[in-house]
C-alpha cells in the first residue's frame, strides 16, 4: 500500500525550534495525529488536526496542515533535550479507525 | 490511573513455537487494537475490537496469528508455529470508543524474538 512519508532524522540545538514535515496518502482521512515515541516506551500522542482546519497551537507545538499537498507539519518551540524522542505521522485511512503511520523521525536535541 | 499493561514485556521463543501476549486495557475502554512495529519502522495494524467482537481483523498477516477479548477487556494475541520473521515489538492500544477522534492509548509492548 502506499506510505506516509517522513525524514528519517533531524538535529538541532536546544532552545531552536524544530520542524517535522509528513506526508500523508489519504485525502478523506479525517484526522491526522503526531505521536511521539521514547525508548523502550509505547507511543504518546502528542497532538491531532482535524482535517478542515489548517493549524492547531498546543502550548509548544504547532500543527500545520496542508490538505492540497496532501503535508503535514509539527513545529515544536525551544525545543529541549527531553523532546528527543522518534515522532510519527498518523492518518487514520479510510476515515476509519485503523491508524496508518509513517516510519517515523527520529529528533536529537543536543544542548 | 493505570494505563494500558501489557505481559510479558520481554519473550524469546523458538522458530515453530507457540506464543500468547496479554493486553489489558485502560478500563472502560470500548475499542482496543493490536499494532506491530519492526525495527525502524512505523507501527502496522493488525486487528481492532469494538467489545468483545474482532470489527476489523484485515491486519492480521496470515492464519498463524489469532486474538481473543472473550469478556471486552482484556485481549491475547496468539501466534501459532512462530517463525523468524515474527520478530518484533507488538504494541497494544485502547481508546474509549474508537469513534472520531477518540485518541489511542499505547502500552509499552511486548518485544517477541523468534530465534
Known amino acids: 500500500g502506499e506510505d506516509v512519508e517522513q525524514s528519517l532524522f533531524l538535529s538541532v540545538r536546544e532552545g531552536d525550534s524544530s520542524v517535522i514535515n509528513c506526508t500523508y496518502t489519504?485525502?478523506?482521512?479525517?484526522?491526522l495525529y503526531w505521536y511521539k515515541q521514547e525508548p523502550g516506551a509505547g507511543l504518546q500522542l502528542l497532538t491531532y488536526?482535524?482535517?478542515?482546519?489548517d493549524m492547531k497551537q498546543d502550548q509548544r507545538l504547532t500543527v500545520l496542515l496542508n490538505k492540497k499537498d496532501k503535508h503535514l507539519s509539527l513545529r515544536i518551540a525551544d525545543t529541549q533535550t527531553g523532546d528527543s524522542a522518534i515522532y510519527f505521522c498518523?492518518?487514520?485511512?479510510?476515515?476509519?479507525?485503523?491508524?496508518?503511520f509513517g516510519k517515523g523521525t527520529s529528533l536529537l536535541v543536543t544542548p | 490511573g493505570a494505563g494500558v499493561s501489557q505481559t510479558p514485556s520481554n519473550k524469546v521463543t523458538e522458530k515453530g513455537k507457540y506464543v500468547e501476549l496479554r493486553c489489558d486495557p485502560i478500563?472502560?475502554?470500548?475499542?482496543l487494537y493490536w499494532y506491530r512495529q519492526s525495527l525502524g519502522q512505523g507501527p502496522e495494524f493488525l486487528i481492532y475490537?469494538?467489545?468483545?467482537?474482532?470489527?476489523?481483523d484485515s491486519g492480521l498477516p496470515n492464519d498463524r496469528f489469532f486474538a481473543v477479548r472473550p469478556e471486552g477487556s482484556v485481549s491475547t494475541l496468539k501466534i501459532q508455529r512462530t517463525e523468524r520473521g515474527d520478530s518484533a515489538v507488538y504494541l497494544c492500544?485502547?481508546?474509549?470508543?474508537?469513534?472520531?477522534?477518540?485518541?489511542?492509548?499505547f502500552g509499552n509492548g511486548t518485544r517477541l524474538t523468534v530465534t
Open positions: 492500544a485502547s481508546s474509549d470508543t474508537g469513534y472520531g477522534v477518540s485518541p489511542l492509548h
Open positions: 478500563s472502560g475502554h470500548t475499542a
Open positions: 498518523a492518518e487514520n485511512k479510510d476515515s476509519g479507525y485503523a491508524l496508518n
Open positions: 489519504d485525502s478523506s482521512s479525517t484526522y
Open positions: 488536526i482535524f482535517s478542515n482546519m
Open positions: 475490537f469494538q467489545g468483545t467482537g474482532a470489527a476489523d
